[in-house]
């Protein structure tokens, strides 16, 4: 089963309206986090907001918001106001355990294009 | 803002020479990893590093690959002879405490090192 599935490969969304890109994920780890980059088209990944599994509440950055719903097991990006430079692929990221090793693990990516 | 930097940008090798791709982590995080993209596909774990030595490393990173923090400051990838499908976006990343369930267990990632095996 794969640990982290994003559903939409792709999204068109009007400038200025929000959009919602969908992230579930797989673990039986009690203790884990969860994570968005953003990867503009050169390439970098940029770390957008951060959701731990004991939060009790939604993670909140700037323009940027996580729906975090643990039972079931899903953390969607919420970005609102979108502007042009949103445009970028969307990836989700879960980090398991220690007896995982901490490293991360990567969905597929949503790819967003903000039109004017 | 401290930031996680790589060199080179591009690298562009034939098969069967080694490369060796360098990364600068951010000065006060104490674990490193890197990860591979190949195009149009999913980022995945190659390795950690902490405290001087592997922590874990996945599948990908057979006997071709090393890691090594040779100074203070830099961490580097080897690879020890390229093969074509070793082509793929390498990013480099740390972070401070892993595993904490808080903000700080955040990975950084580097600007990346695209490598492309002729």
């Known amino acids: 089963a794969q640990k982290i599935t994003q559903t939409q490969p792709g999204m068109f969304v009007q400038e200025k309206e929000a959009v919602t890109l969908d992230c579930t994920y797989d673990t039986s780890d009690p203790s884990y986090g969860l994570f968005w980059y953003k990867q503009p088209s050169s390439g970098e990944m940029i770390f957008l907001i951060y959701q731990g599994s004991y939060d009790q509440q939604n993670a909140t950055e700037g323009r940027y918001s996580l729906n975090f719903q643990k039972a079931r097991k899903s953390a969607n990006l919420v970005i609102s106001a979108s502007q042009l430079g949103d445009s970028a692929m969307y990836f989700c990221?879960?980090?398991?355990?220690?007896?995982?090793?901490?490293?991360?693990?990567f969905g597929g990516g949503t790819r967003v294009l903000v039109k004017p | 803002e401290p930031e996680v930097t790589q060199t080179p940008s591009h690298q562009v090798t034939q098969m069967g020479q080694e490369v060796i791709l360098r990364c600068v982590p951010i000065?006060?995080?104490?674990?490193f990893y890197w990860y591979r993209q190949i195009l149009g596909q999913k980022v995945e774990f190659l390795v950690s590093?902490?405290?001087?030595?592997?922590?874990?490393k996945s599948e990908i990173f057979d006997d071709q690959f090393s890691v090594e923090r040779p100074d203070g400051s830099n961490f580097t990838l080897k690879i020890r002879s390229t093969k074509l499908e070793d082509s793929a976006m390498y990013f480099c990343?740390?972070?401070?405490?892993?595993?904490?369930?808080?903000?700080?267990?955040?990975?950084?990632f580097g600007p990346g090192t695209r490598l492309l095996v002729l």
């Open positions: 000065s006060n995080h104490l674990y």
């Open positions: 590093f902490y405290n001087n030595e592997i922590s874990e």
């Open positions: 990343a740390s972070s401070t405490i892993p595993g904490l369930v808080a903000p700080q267990e955040t990975q950084y």
């Open positions: 990221a879960m980090r398991e355990g220690p007896a995982a090793g901490n490293k991360l693990t």
